[in-house]
């Protein structure tokens, strides 16, 4: 068994070669005749792939990692926190795709019982392992094909899934027929066990056209970490749908600060605004879960002008604090033009550069204009409402995202 492998002299091993050259560890396994060199790397490339998105595993070097693969598309320790917040505390869940056992963990910690099915024999080993080590005794694990239900599968509030989004070669897939196990045609039979289901989906996966294969889906969460899309939830629950399901947009930034916006498809369609070609004192830039969601219009409901149908930038003359996204006070205006890019650096020597619908890249700015990356004034390309092509001089109004 994998977990019989950890023992007191590889765990001391791991943790003084964590940050070796693990090419040159295992060309180098017979020095060490009493480690299981091969098993050992691989524990601490494992390690280095949690060591930010799930600091309490990483530190417990009891636990013990199936593969690398597993730590690569495990969700991490705030996205796992986050989900606890779609059950309640007499739910007794099904993980159909237990995998490395993250969200059974969690959701262990608010759940009444946890229900972890896996395929793979190894992965319900460690599994079996790491939850009697942390502590989670309402977890019970069961090896078995999420396709094939248990005969005796016990009463189910939600079930919850995670498809593989890896085909033959590891090439990567984001349709849901493509993954594994398929969604779409597994869907009608979850929903004859439980009323719910919780389906984790691909980043990359389209939100609307989604809806669509999934009926009686009543919300959909985008959650982000510092800016950086991490997981779609579709909470599928049939009896509570209506016409237009709730989307919650998050975003964690690197302080912790949770930014949230809620709205609803049918609201975003029905929003009428006026776009302006006035750039006020502040400009707003939408955080990653917002634009994914395409809350382009209704956004504006917080008080803020959009600038162009397809700039997807913001402003207002009085600060917005609740903003979902960067805020920034503007300094400066400039029309573009060439002539300007000749001599832009005198005045602005270094900045962070954002093109947003601009006939140009931002490595085609920084040719052109010679401006230096980095420091604290954002330079924004953009085009307004009247068609003109302009820059925008400006510092961060607080820390936000």
């Known amino acids: ?58 530190k417990n070097d009891d636990l013990v990692f199936p593969s690398k693969i597993a730590t690569e598309q495990c969700s991490s320790e705030q996205t796992a926190f986050y989900k606890q917040r779609l059950i309640n505390e007499a739910t007794c869940l099904c993980d159909l795709t237990g995998g490395l056992g993250i969200d059974s963990y969690f959701f262990s910690l608010k759940a009444k019982k946890v229900l972890y099915i896996e395929r793979f024999e190894s992965y319900c080993e460690t599994a079996i392992h790491n939850f009697r080590i942390l502590g989670a005794r309402n977890i019970d694990v069961v090896q078995g094909d999420a396709t094939i239900l248990p005969e005796n599968l016990p009463d189910i509030d939600v079930f919850y899934i995670d498809p593989a ?4 070669g590891d090439k990567r897939v984001f349709a849901l027929h493509d993954c594994e196990p398929d969604l779409i045609n597994l869907l009608p039979g979850l929903l004859q066990h439980a009323p719910k289901v919780i389906a984790k989906l691909s980043p990359m996966a389209d939100i609307r056209q989604t809806l669509e294969l999934l009926p009686g889906t009543t919300e959909v969460h985008v959650v982000s970490v510092k800016n950086d899309c991490k997981e779609l939830l579709f909470i599928i629950e049939p009896a509570l749908s209506g016409s237009a399901p709730l989307i919650t947009c998050v975003n964690y930034t690197t302080g912790g600060t949770e930014r949230r916006f809620v709205f609803n498809l049918q609201q975003e369609k029905q ?24 809350a382009f219009k209704v956004i504006t409901a917080l ?51 954002t093109a947003r619908n601009f006939p140009l890249t931002v490595e085609a700015l920084r040719s052109k204009t010679k401006i230096k990356e980095g420091g ?15 820059l925008v001089k400006c510092r961060k109004a607080f820390p936000a995202g």
């Open 1 to 58: 068994m994998t977990t019989n492998r950890l023992n007191i002299t590889t765990k001391q091993f791991i943790q003084e070669h964590s940050d070796d050259d693990l090419n040159r560890l295992l060309l180098g396994a017979s020095r060490y005749p009493d480690i299981d060199v091969p098993f050992a790397v691989d524990q601490i490339a494992a390690r280095r792939q949690i060591r930010d998105k799930l600091p309490s595993w990483y």
């Open 271 to 294: 929003t009428e605004i006026a776009y302006t070609a006035k750039i006020d004192s502040y400009l707003y830039e939408p955080n990653v879960s917002v634009l994914k969601a395409g």
């Open 303 to 353: 008080g803020v002008n959009k600038l162009h149908p397809s700039s997807h930038l913001y402003t207002s003359e009085l600060l917005i604090e609740s903003f979902p996204g960067r805020v920034f006070r503007v300094e400066e205006i400039f029309p573009f033009s060439s002539k300007l890019c000749k001599t832009l650096a005198q005045n602005i020597p270094q900045a962070n550069i």
């Open 165 to 168: 989004r890896r085909a033959s």
């Open 376 to 390: 604290n004034i954002y330079l924004f390309a953009t085009t307004t409402a009247d068609g003109g092509k302009t």
